[in-house]
């Protein structure tokens, strides 16, 4: 298989992109403040580690009944997903703090969960925030043969299914992460079709030594602690439960009713919008009036904000969502938005529905 060509974005006057970045930085300017993450976001991150390892070992070394088990280890898979959407994700973007070593800590965290952050940092930063909703690059719409999560993708039987099944394969996804798709970009050299950039010496060792922790704190010790069968029980409800979690939010971002899917043109290697655009249509907002969702999911309901200004700490998005909504108005772009997380999730089945039924 060929490697993919990433895609341009054209070049245009009166930028969508400039003004917006325009505004926003008056914001901060006006107000005084860092683009970062401040003492709120820094309290979060302490509570939910200090929640994920006090969980872990009261599972582990004080083996608990299995009716205080049972519900710990879906808080455990719930703590792990938001890790992920509070601090590793705005630690990965340089957004977390205004030290470099204190963003490295915090996206260090998608280590202590077990997954790998070279790999990520590629896939996330660099191919999904750049081409997002491009088939063929976008690996987040790559779930493979059982989904059809693009138009251009081939349409097989089962998907007029996928609507009913896709609760059961979204479970899988921090599974399948930690223990094969991370194994096939490391030996495949390969994101997709996208080459992975050259590893260093280093970045060998660190995929190494995180996957050997993960195998002690996540497998060994707790089979040594609590024997196998409630090892096992335990694993698949923590990891079915944070797969679901992490695998609804990032959909319900991008493939709902309303999102597009750019192509590329055949000749020029453009796509049809510069970057600010191609943002707003492949990308949607949910539930950001629910502080009790935004407060979970690290400001991931505004996916929008977060796309178009990534090196900003997700703290700062209910401010600056006003600001590129009055943008998106004088541009006349569509701001996609969905009031509550139920509604989101509606779009998202009928989006499903339709892609599987019709080419």
């Given at each position: 298989m060929t490697a993919t060509i990433t895609p341009k974005f054209p070049v245009v006057k009166n930028s969508l992109h400039l003004e917006l970045k325009k505004r926003v930085q008056e914001y901060f300017d006006e107000k005084g403040?860092?683009?970062?993450?401040?003492?709120?976001?820094?309290?979060?991150?302490?509570?939910?580690?200090?929640?994920?390892?006090?969980?872990?070992?009261?599972?582990?070394?004080?083996?608990?009944?299995?009716?205080?088990?049972?519900?710990?280890?879906?808080?455990?898979?719930?703590?792990?997903?938001?890790?992920?959407?509070?601090?590793?994700?705005?630690?990965?973007?340089?957004?977390?703090?205004?030290?470099?070593?204190?963003?490295?800590?915090?996206?260090?965290?998608?280590?202590?969960?077990?997954?790998?952050?070279?790999?990520?940092?590629?896939?996330?930063?660099?191919?999904?925030?750049?081409?997002?909703?491009?088939?063929?690059?976008?690996?987040?719409?790559?779930?493979?043969?059982?989904?059809?999560?693009?138009?251009?993708?081939?349409?097989?039987?089962?998907?007029?299914?996928?609507?009913?099944y896709f609760w059961f394969l979204y479970m899988l996804l921090y599974v399948f992460w930690i223990f094969f798709t991370d194994y096939r970009k490391y030996f495949s050299k390969k994101i997709g079709n996208v080459p992975l950039k050259k590893m260093k010496l280093k970045d060998h060792i660190e995929f190494w030594l995180v996957k050997l922790y993960h195998g002690f704190i996540f497998l060994a010790l707790p089979i040594m602690m609590v024997g196998w069968f409630n090892w096992l029980m335990g694993f698949l409800l923590v990891t079915l439960v944070s797969g679901?979690?992490?695998?609804?939010?990032?959909?319900?971002?991008?493939?709902?009713?309303?999102?597009?899917?750019?192509?590329?043109?055949?000749?020029?290697?453009?796509?049809?919008?510069?970057?600010?655009?191609?943002?707003?249509?492949?990308?949607?907002?949910?539930?950001?009036?629910?502080?009790?969702?935004?407060?979970?999911?690290?400001?991931?309901?505004?996916?929008?904000?977060?796309?178009?200004?990534?090196?900003?700490?997700?703290?700062?998005y209910p401010a600056i969502s006003n600001i590129i909504k009055n943008v998106c108005v004088e541009y006349q772009v569509q701001y996609i938005e969905y009031p509550t997380m139920y509604k989101a999730v509606v779009a998202h089945i009928h989006f499903l529905r339709r892609l599987g039924k019709y080419d």
């Open positions: 403040i860092s683009v970062t993450g401040n003492i709120t976001l820094f309290s979060k991150a302490i509570i939910l580690v200090t929640a994920f390892i006090a969980m872990y070992i009261h599972l582990i070394f004080f083996t608990p009944a299995w009716y205080i088990a049972i519900p710990e280890c879906i808080v455990l898979g719930c703590l792990i997903a938001s890790i992920g959407f509070n601090v590793m994700h705005d630690g990965s973007h340089g957004s977390f703090s205004k030290s470099k070593w204190k963003n490295k800590l915090a996206a260090a965290s998608l280590s202590m969960l077990g997954a790998n952050h070279f790999m990520w940092n590629m896939k996330h930063n660099i191919l999904h925030h750049s081409f997002t909703n491009v088939d063929g690059v976008d690996d987040d719409i790559e779930i493979g043969v059982l989904m059809r999560m693009a138009p251009t993708q081939k349409r097989f039987w089962m998907h007029r299914f996928q609507h009913f679901f979690v992490l695998s609804i939010v990032f959909q319900l971002a991008h493939t709902v009713e309303d999102t597009h899917f750019p192509l590329a043109d055949n000749d020029s290697n453009k796509l049809p919008d510069e970057f600010a655009a191609h943002q707003l249509k492949t990308t949607a907002n949910f539930a950001t009036k629910n502080k009790t969702i935004s407060w979970l999911l690290g400001g991931l309901n505004f996916q929008i904000e977060h796309h178009l200004f990534p090196k900003i700490s997700h703290v700062h």
